[in-house]
């Protein structure tokens, strides 16, 4: 007989579907399994991987290792990828995405999947299926959410003995966004993102929806880092304002919402610029970068003119989302 159930973990929605309740880790009748006696556990479970904006993004230099120092305030949005794991019988890790061009072994997920079974010596394998609907390298962290949300999915369906710090230890390794998804919401990260500050879940009226635009090009990360000139560092104080603004819980002046990159990729890529003017031409007030681009965010107070401004940008043949900010508390309404 099969059951389904679900619940909330760091803002996922995870829906968990298993074979034989009474053989399942969640039953009370039954004593703690290892991981390894869990890991043979067949079934499926998914869960949702939340993209991102950076509202603020201050390099403050080149550290020793080639990487940048950075201090970035993160908000998590609703615009999700859906990952569904299902345990084969074999000992590897499969994937299956729907873009074709992440269909493969360096897919983030797979890494996240590998790293979990080596550090825990799990022999049994997995299938990871992805359902894209983050842009692909749009400067919103869906490669990362992916990673971080398979790490969250795994710890808690095999019953895992991983702390938070092990987590934290584990999503460093493979990316510098994916500690910040391990809880998602709002927060400060800094270092190469590895540290990251979760922040009082405040947000302010004038931002309450956001229109993200993609130009029809994608951006690699670390071009636009390696060709980021020292004049555009910063110190960090767009960073500090934004966080002293919250928690004051004060209306965000759009100075204070700064991207070192911005200047440089707005340079480089006459595509983003040209997105930029049309946005600002429907009627967004405010546009800015998220990350390293290409993808732009305006937000809007009001519902009727983001819908607008959306419905003119997608006329005008860009990819266009209208989102809201999410945190970990916020509730999904499912029916099955």
Aim: aromatic share 8%.
């Amino acid at each position: 007989m099969q059951f389904s159930f679900l619940f909330h973990l760091h803002g996922l929605l995870v829906v968990f579907s298993l074979i034989e309740l009474d053989k399942n880790w969640f039953s009370m009748h039954n004593a703690p399994m290892s991981h390894a006696q869990s890991a043979r556990n067949l079934g499926t479970c998914f869960g949702r991987a939340y993209a991102k904006i950076n509202l603020t993004l201050d390099v403050l230099g080149r550290r020793p290792d080639g990487y940048h120092e950075l201090a970035t305030v993160i908000q998590a949005v609703d615009l999700y990828d859906t990952i569904c794991l299902t345990e084969t019988e074999d000992e590897n890790v499969h994937i299956r995405c729907d873009r074709p061009e992440l269909d493969n072994a360096e897919n983030l997920a797979v890494r996240a999947a590998q790293l979990v079974r080596r550090r825990l010596d799990i022999k049994r394998g997995v299938l990871c299926e992805i359902r894209k609907q983050i842009p692909v390298a749009a400067g919103l962290g869906g490669g990362s959410s992916d990673a971080a949300t398979t790490l969250l999915l795994l710890q808690k369906w095999w019953q895992l003995p991983l702390s938070a710090n092990d987590l934290l230890e584990m999503a460093a390794t493979l990316g510098s966004d994916v500690p910040f998804f391990l809880n998602g919401g709002l927060a400060l990260c800094e270092g190469r993102g590895e540290r990251v500050t979760p922040l009082a879940p405040y947000w302010p009226a004038s931002m309450r929806w956001l229109l993200l635009v993609k130009p029809a090009l994608s951006i690699a990360t670390a071009t636009v880092f390696n060709n980021l000139p020292a004049s555009d560092y910063s110190d960090g104080s767009y960073s500090r304002a934004i966080c002293e603004t919250l928690e004051q819980r004060n209306e965000f002046s759009p100075e204070y919402l700064h991207n070192c990159l911005e200047r440089s990729v707005l340079e480089r890529y006459p595509e983003v610029i040209r997105a930029r003017n049309d946005l600002l031409a429907t009627g967004a007030e405010l546009v800015r970068l998220s990350g390293s681009g290409p993808t732009l965010f305006a937000p809007f107070g009001e519902l009727a003119k983001a819908a607008k401004s959306w419905r003119d940008m997608q006329s005008r043949g860009y990819e266009a989302y209208l989102v809201r900010a999410i945190y970990p508390t916020t509730g999904d309404i499912c029916q099955f």
